[in-house]
């Protein structure tokens, strides 16, 4: 009998000691309200809503960062979570190709939409209710972004897209003239225009190019399903509660 105790001890605490030590590297890009740096100079950290919910989730499930996490562009971070060079990699939206290279949680972060932000002067002469109101039009978008499979192929056929590294850019742009349309996340657009000063002169489009569900995705190479099955169940309890709900209110305020 006592041998029986100290060996489900000795379990116990092997079990304790495994998951303390895990850690993960995670990267992420500049995406405003899910993700983004903050900090004076030196003292730089990544916050935001994705962020945020995140930390929490791995925190219950006792699981550390390794290092800090790291900032990119989407399409390097996209890669390095690909070839495994980083564990985690947030947050992204549905993409049938990329699923097939990385796990997807079956729970996602939260959901939202890609919608159509225009000059707000434009009002009367842009709409979107299908792609037939986009032709002849420049879009500008950021590569590597999923969108719809639709409109990439809608794009491609007329050559009426721009593509920039950063979705700041394409709100510079979208001022200046160079193109007529942005597609964003609808709380990502909605953030940086606020943050730009320019709530004023641009707004959104009613109606959305799709509704989109937003992941922590991970790396076939480095991380085992199984672990990833445990994400997703701690973060489908997680949204449940009142902490997911304050964080949700104090991005979106709603």
Not at 206 to 215: C, Q, R, V
């Amino acid at each position: 009998m006592k041998n029986i105790f100290y060996l489900m001890l000795f379990v116990f605490l092997f079990s304790m000691t495994a998951n303390a030590e895990m850690k993960l590297s995670i990267a992420t890009d500049d995406w405003p309200p899910y993700e983004y740096m903050e900090g004076s100079p030196g003292n730089e950290y990544i916050t935001g809503f994705s962020t945020e919910v995140i930390l929490a989730v791995l925190k219950k499930m006792n699981v550390g960062i390794n290092g800090k996490i790291i900032q990119y562009p989407w399409a390097r971070g996209e890669k390095m979570v690909i070839d495994g060079h980083v564990d985690m990699l947030y947050t992204a939206s549905t993409n049938e190709n990329r699923a097939k290279i990385t796990h997807y949680p079956s729970e996602s972060i939260m959901e939202s939409s890609w919608s159509f932000f225009i000059r707000k002067e434009d009002s009367a002469k842009l709409k979107y209710n299908s792609f037939d109101d986009l032709k002849g039009k420049k879009i500008g978008v950021v590569r590597a972004y999923t969108y719809t499979p639709e409109l990439w192929a809608f794009m491609k056929a007329e050559k009426n897209f721009d593509e920039v590294v950063g979705d700041e850019q394409n709100v510079k742009k979208l001022m200046a003239k160079r193109i007529d349309f942005v597609a964003m996340d609808f709380g990502n657009g909605l953030s940086l225009i606020k943050k730009m000063g320019l709530s004023d002169k641009i707004v959104v489009l009613k109606k959305p190019i799709k509704s989109t569900s937003l992941y922590a995705i991970f790396s076939q190479k480095t991380v085992e399903k199984d672990f990833v099955e445990k994400f997703s169940a701690e973060l489908k309890a997680y949204k449940s509660t009142k902490e997911y709900k304050s964080i949700f209110n104090k991005y979106f305020g709603n």
